[in-house]
């Protein structure tokens, strides 16, 4: 049984990777969004870091992007990495593991820089997308619409106001006041490096061509990745700095206005917060550079001369902060996404994935509505029935990565170098024994199934 036709006009909080990727849905969608964003500019709060998207983001991307947009997308990522390597942080090689050539784009993971993903999900949206928008609160009317309020005096209304703005979400502290953040007790500092003849030098050829875990002694925890570009033999996508305008350029490219990707080394170190200042996260630059050096006095002098040779204003800290799961609530006109509802650990890219699925099945779901299919309420609900346990099954799945929590074994003075030994002894065993080897590929691969 079908409804009469319900128009959808939607609000969006925050112009984040799940923000967009449903902005875009909606639009192409022929739906009404506006997408109210705190930042001044689309140039601000770029972070170089990299971000891996799995099948589960890569085809919500594909189902929501515009065709040449999203392959865009695709020639932006980095060189898929030929091995999985484990290090001590002497970079002796603990293990090393082959990984199968990506030949299918839609079930590869893929490696893209923050920042380049950011501008090509805010390309073709100058319509939607409101800067320096600061949201403060909400409220609903008996009409069946809500007001967001902003910092500046200004209002938006709206059919459905969708929570898009992250870890300390304005909208979620209002509209679940129960739903906790928890700190998981772990801080990375994720450091960029240009990739030089002189820095390539300092890495062996697996791991230039590889992603690398360290596990250094002392409770110190590292992870590595070049990242290489293919611009050379796409011929497409141009290498072109923040703020470059050139007509043909851009007009290859589809997204790229603003990007200023190069290649480079990702280098994450990140332990429990007690090894850390206690200013640590209001520390940049040189200051936050010279923590991660002296965290890091006893690794091997080509990781430090990596260190050396970073570029400062890249270098950020980030605390691990995981949400407690809730239970479902009654739906409205007021719903969540990604991190605002489900917050998770940034280990291999879960959070951004999850981000993009809740958008991708949002879409689909506020379609059926603009079709007449459903009411808005029962769109809303059916997307909340669905989101909610596999959001925080995957906030319960991030926390079991090596080192997450703060309370961890590893960071244990004592205990922490028999957990460490048992750990590089587990790899160092499991890249030698064939049958180790595929069960531990194959439980690679396997989590890469995830629908949406």
Request: hydrophobic content about 40%; glycine content about 10%.
């Amino acid at each position: 049984m079908t409804t009469s036709t319900e128009p959808v006009d939607v609000i969006v909080i925050g112009a984040g990777t799940g923000g967009m990727c449903l902005a875009h849905g909606l639009k192409r969608a022929g739906i009404g969004v506006a997408v109210y964003e705190r930042y001044r500019t689309r140039r601000d709060g770029l972070h170089g870091y990299r971000l891996g998207i799995g099948p589960t983001g890569t085809r919500a991307l594909k189902e929501c992007l515009p065709p040449e947009l999203f392959s865009t997308f695709l020639a932006t990522c980095a060189r898929s990495p030929k091995y999985f390597n484990v290090l001590t942080e002497k970079l002796g090689q603990t293990a090393s593991f082959e990984l199968l050539p990506d030949t299918d784009p839609m079930n590869s993971d893929h490696a893209v820089s923050r920042m380049t993903l950011r501008q090509v999900l805010l390309t073709g949206l100058d319509d939607v997308v409101h800067f320096d928008k600061t949201c403060t609160h909400y409220e609903q009317h008996d009409n069946d619409t809500v007001t967001a309020h902003f910092a500046d005096g200004t209002s938006a209304t709206g059919r459905l106001l969708v929570a898009a703005d992250g870890t300390h979400s304005v909208i979620r502290r209002q509209y679940l006041p129960h739903a906790r953040i928890n700190d998981a007790g772990s801080i990375n500092i994720a450091i960029k490096i240009p990739l030089t003849p002189q820095t390539e030098a300092l890495l062996t050829e697996q791991v230039r061509d590889g992603i690398s875990l360290i596990f250094g002694a002392g409770g110190l925890m590292g992870v590595l990745h070049v990242m290489r570009f293919d611009w050379a033999r796409l011929g497409t996508v141009p290498q072109v700095g923040i703020g470059g305008t050139d007509p043909a350029l851009v007009a290859e490219s589809p997204g790229l206005l603003y990007d200023n990707t190069r290649d480079y080394i990702n280098l994450i170190i990140w332990s429990a917060h007690r090894r850390f200042p206690a200013d640590i996260m209001s520390r940049r630059g040189m200051d936050l550079v010279q923590v991660a050096q002296d965290l890091t006095r006893n690794w091997h002098p080509n990781l430090r001369e990596l260190l050396a040779q970073c570029d400062p204003g890249s270098c950020i800290p980030v605390k691990v902060a995981t949400s407690e799961p809730v239970e479902p609530w009654k739906s409205t006109n007021v719903t969540l996404i990604g991190d605002a509802i489900h917050t998770m650990t940034p280990g291999r890219g879960v959070g951004a994935n999850t981000a993009l699925r809740d958008a991708a099945l949002l879409c689909r779901q506020l379609t059926a509505v603009s079709c007449g299919d459903k009411t808005l309420h029962q769109a809303i609900a059916d997307y909340e029935a669905e989101m909610i346990p596999y959001g925080f099954a995957r906030v319960s799945d991030s926390l079991a990565n090596n080192g997450t929590s703060g309370d961890d074994p590893l960071y244990r003075p004592i205990i922490g170098r028999f957990v460490l030994l048992a750990a590089r002894s587990y790899f160092g065993l499991t890249s030698r024994v064939p049958p180790l080897r595929r069960k531990f590929l194959n439980e690679i691969y396997a989590r890469r199934g995830a629908e949406i």
